[in-house]
């Protein structure tokens, strides 16, 4: 009998000058990006969220704190390497990811193929696995003011043992 495991995951990052804006891996031409101890990968990091969270594991600071200078700058599709293989290594695989993430500028829609292409290798799975949609908060909040940008994500898991 297969087991199945859902989480979900979000993060949010303050747009600021200075930094390149880096979503799902893809560094997008923007005049601002994303403040962090990491690359500030919104996406990747709401990914890892949701597969930490089906499994109980916690969150990406419990295994990433942004107090350690070793992941200072650190690239989160590396990142979303180790947390694939803390969800291998208990004998779980991934089903499907849904993600979605909302900024007022720049348009993203153009960006996510290449998005799904770049988290599809690290995590070993066809590209129609991993769903990202990409959405406004209509001028709303602090995203809508483009004070940032967050991202939400599901995942499935499964497990035959």
């Not at 799902?24 to 500030?40: M, N, P, T």
């Not at 990811?97 to 070993?124: C, F, G, T, W, Y």
Request: charged residues 20%.
């Amino acid at each position: 009998m297969t087991s199945i495991r859902i989480g979900n995951g979000y993060d949010i990052h303050q747009l600021v000058e200075g930094r390149p804006l880096i979503l799902g891996g893809v560094q997008i031409e923007h005049s601002l990006g994303l403040k962090g101890h990491s690359d500030a990968d919104v996406l990747t990091h709401a990914i890892m969220d949701a597969l930490l969270g089906a499994l109980s594991l916690g969150d990406i600071g419990h295994y990433f704190p942004p107090t350690d200078p070793k992941w200072a700058g650190a690239d989160s599709l590396k990142l979303l390497e180790q947390v694939h293989q803390l969800i291998l290594d208990r004998g779980w695989q991934i089903g499907n990811i849904d993600s979605v993430v909302v900024a007022e500028r720049p348009k993203l829609k153009p960006h996510i193929e290449a998005m799904r292409d770049r988290i599809s290798q690290v995590l070993n799975l066809s590209p129609e696995l991993i769903g990202i949609k990409a959405t406004t908060n209509e001028k709303l909040g602090p995203v809508g003011q483009e004070q940032g940008i967050c991202s939400y994500a599901v995942a499935l898991l499964t497990s035959d043992s």
